[in-house]
């Protein structure tokens, strides 16, 4: 069982940077997977980025690319999303997420979920 807590949501204008921090608790966040995805008002949860156990492999959905980044720190059971260059079509709810493997081909596999944490971006 993984818990997950969301934070680093806000108010920023277009342009702007947000960091946003997951926690987990549990001695085996080092085997999961981690991602993050956002809902924004009326639309479907979405995919945003994903790594895998070690770190070393990443990957995340267009619209993002060279402006968000993922990592994660094991020592510390956090994942981060570093979001730069901000723009409107960023504001959502932002969740992150757990899967019980060393990398995730699929959103179906993601087994935990936080409860989200706002970013509004104004422009």
């Known amino acids: 069982q993984v818990q997950l807590v969301e934070s680093g949501g806000g108010r920023v204008q277009a342009g702007g940077s947000l960091r946003l921090s997951c926690a987990a608790s549990?001695?085996?966040?080092?085997?999961?997977?981690l991602g993050w995805f956002r809902q924004a008002p009326g639309k479907e949860r979405e995919f945003v980025a994903t790594i895998d156990t070690s770190g070393d492999w990443t990957s995340y959905t267009g619209s993002v690319k060279g402006r968000f980044t993922i990592s994660r720190d094991n020592a510390k059971n956090t994942v981060y999303l570093q979001m730069n260059s901000l723009k409107a079509e960023d504001t959502a709810v932002y969740y992150c997420?757990?899967?019980?493997?060393?990398?995730?081909?699929?959103?179906?596999?993601?087994?935990?979920w936080g409860q989200g944490t706002q970013v509004t971006v104004s422009s």
């Open positions: 997420a757990a899967a019980p493997f060393n990398i995730v081909t699929s959103n179906g596999d993601y087994r935990y």
């Open positions: 549990g001695r085996t966040f080092s085997s999961y997977a």
